[in-house]
């Protein structure tokens, strides 16, 4: 996809997680960024709503600028805003997200060139309840794998904007170092989920996978479950020829 092309899948994938029937964001919540190159991507900008979502809500920003935030100690609130000012492109546009701290962290990662932020309320009733962690690190059920990946990163609650991104940075590090691939979903305690991926579509089915797995849950819950699969059964399913054929057909 040239660039043209990215920008029109994002705000296409902006509408279809912002649709009020899917219940994952309202009002300003929510952010989708996608990779334009290694030095540029272009996210969502602070405050502006998913389903009506157009060309002038997307920021293009220097990602060399907002990473370098990660690393810098002790930094204002003011800091912060004026170094997201400082990273776009044209001066004119609006102020990207503070969520953009991570997108541009994730847009670094191998295979993924789209990231899909929302606050889903089926996967929240979750997120907010002690049962988070059983839900990130524990599967269910086959199709939850395919889109969701064998395990998901779960990162605790922490402050949104800067200490935020740097844990998902180091939690989203140790998953890759120990599973040796890309996560597809990373849960955030008590605030929502980011689904990353290759194409638009990767995004879309880990976001809706999820929230099907989060009502799953909460249902099985209310019986005495939910009866998880075996860490075997669940490295089965991620690693099946025709399962990775599916997730090709899919464009996931
Ligand atoms: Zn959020």
Known sequence: MDQPEKLAALIKLSHTLGAPERRLA?????????????????????GCNLATLTESDITLCDSAKILKL???????????????????????????????IFHAWLLTLEGVEFVGHTHAITVNQILCSPRARDFAERRIFPDEVVCCGPESVFVPYFDPGLALAREIRDRTTAFIKKNKITPRL???????????????????AATEMATKAAEIFAGAAAIGGPNFLTDAQVQRIAGRADEAHRQRELKI
């Open 186 to 204: 990373i849960l955030l305690q008590n605030h929502g989920l980011i689904a990353l991926g290759q194409t638009p579509n990767a995004v879309q």
């Open 70 to 100: 990660l690393d810098t100690k002790k930094l204002t609130d003011t800091a912060i805003d004026q170094t997201l000012f400082d990273a776009r492109l044209n001066p004119k546009a609006k102020k990207p997200s503070v969520e953009s």
């Open 26 to 46: 309202i009002l300003g919540e929510g952010n989708t960024s996608t990779r334009l190159s290694n030095d540029q991507f272009a996210v969502k900008a602070s």
